[in-house]
């Protein structure tokens, strides 16, 4: 099983990359211009830090998407991962990059059947979007479920990892439903480590230890 953040926030990721807390982050354009973090930085911090990263391609031609990848993965070669956004061109892509074994995955995935023409092409991992599936109006966890029945009938490596949760809920579900790896925001990651119950039952115990 694998966690990842899903962070380009140069402070975040330090946090709870301790200890291998987590495997590695995942970005994408949308988190890096937000936290107004370069590419190169937050490459070279997982390089220090020996973390996964899985970066997305921007381009929409596939001789272009594999010229885009090629540079990303001479950067930092032992751990990236490339993120293939699903449409045809993507697809076409692949075929490319598995020619020179670089590791991609196909990330803004919304159904099954993306994941069933995706997996024709063995990725490393495929991304569903989770909370987004169900704002419009799919059923992420049957997809995550089915998709699993697909991969192990087929005898596929392929791994599914999960992303755009906006819950806990969300990622008990997805892990319970078949996903083997999560990519879990930060805001619901210091959620989880903050549990209130947790901390009273630690503070119980100390106290009644020292009563002795
Ligand atoms: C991660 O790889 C995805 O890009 C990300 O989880 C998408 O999440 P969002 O729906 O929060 O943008």
């Known amino acids: 099983m694998e966690i990842f953040l899903d962070s380009a926030n140069l402070k975040e990721i330090e946090r709870f990359s301790d200890y291998s807390v987590i495997d590695g982050i995942t970005t994408n354009p949308t988190l890096l211009s937000k936290e107004n973090s370069k590419l190169e930085d937050v490459i070279k911090l997982c390089k220090k830090l020996n ?11 596939y001789l272009k998407i594999y010229e885009e990848g090629k540079e990303y993965y001479k950067i930092y070669p032992e751990r990236i991962i490339l993120k293939i956004p699903f449409s045809l061109e993507g697809l076409k892509s692949l075929k490319l990059f598995k020619k020179e074994n670089i590791p991609y995955s196909v990330t803004a995935i919304f159904s099954l059947s993306q994941i069933i023409l995706s997996l024709k092409y063995e990725p ?12 419009y109006g799919g059923e992420p966890f049957k997809i995550i479920k089915d998709a699993k029945t697909v991969i192990k009938d087929n005898d596929i490596k392929t791994k599914i990892l999960s992303a755009s949760f906006r819950s806990s809920k969300e990622i008990e579900e997805a892990m319970v439903n078949g996903s083997n790896a999560v990519t879990i925001p930060s805001n619901i990651f210091e959620e989880i480590l903050d549990n209130p119950l947790s901390k009273k039952a630690i503070e119980d115990f100390k106290r009644d230890y020292f009563k002795i």
């Open 124 to 135: 490393k991992y495929v991304i569903p979007y989770i909370n987004r599936i169900g704002r």
């Open 51 to 61: 973390l996964f990263i899985f970066i997305q391609t921007l381009e929409d031609d």
